[in-house]
């Protein structure tokens, strides 16, 4: 497992850990703080389904998901942030203790969203990392922008 996941959890937690207003929202438009964090959380959650399931030498196929409502149907802008970032690096770190299990003749394993090709396992992870260092980037806007 590459160590540079572990520093970036941590270092992404820190950053929401030491928001001074988790409703801010880059130039006033698009998801508070709050709401990023969530759609991070809807983001290990699918990548946890991904490890959690997927079928050795094989496609697991899963139904498209559309991010923007399932911000909205969980409604983050109204849970508590502290409960919120707990679940968030929680997750995060059971996802790691999970892939360190994942033999290495499974990585080729894949998993597929709608009707998108599919991806080997080998290949989402960094992929889920490279996602959250963007989000983690749009939160340092929205950090910056506020006031």
Request: proline residues 7%.
């Amino acid at each position: 497992m590459n160590p540079e996941y572990e520093k970036t959890i941590e270092r992404v937690h820190q950053m929401f850990r030491t928001c001074p207003d988790p409703s801010a929202k880059e130039k006033g438009e698009g998801w508070s703080v709050k709401e990023i964090l969530g759609h991070l959380v809807d983001s290990v959650s699918n990548n946890y389904q991904r490890l959690i399931r997927y079928i050795p030498n094989g496609n697991l196929g899963f139904p498209p998901y559309d991010q923007e409502q399932n911000v909205r149907r969980a409604n983050y802008q109204d849970f508590d942030f502290d409960q919120l970032l707990a679940l968030w690096y929680s997750y995060n770190k059971l996802l790691l203790h999970m892939l360190a299990g994942v033999p290495e003749g499974d990585m080729g394993s894949t998993t597929s969203v709608g009707d998108k090709p599919p991806v080997a396992l080998r290949q989402s992870i960094p992929d889920y990392f490279a996602h959250m260092e963007n989000h983690e980037r749009q939160a340092r806007r929205a950090m910056a922008s506020r006031g």
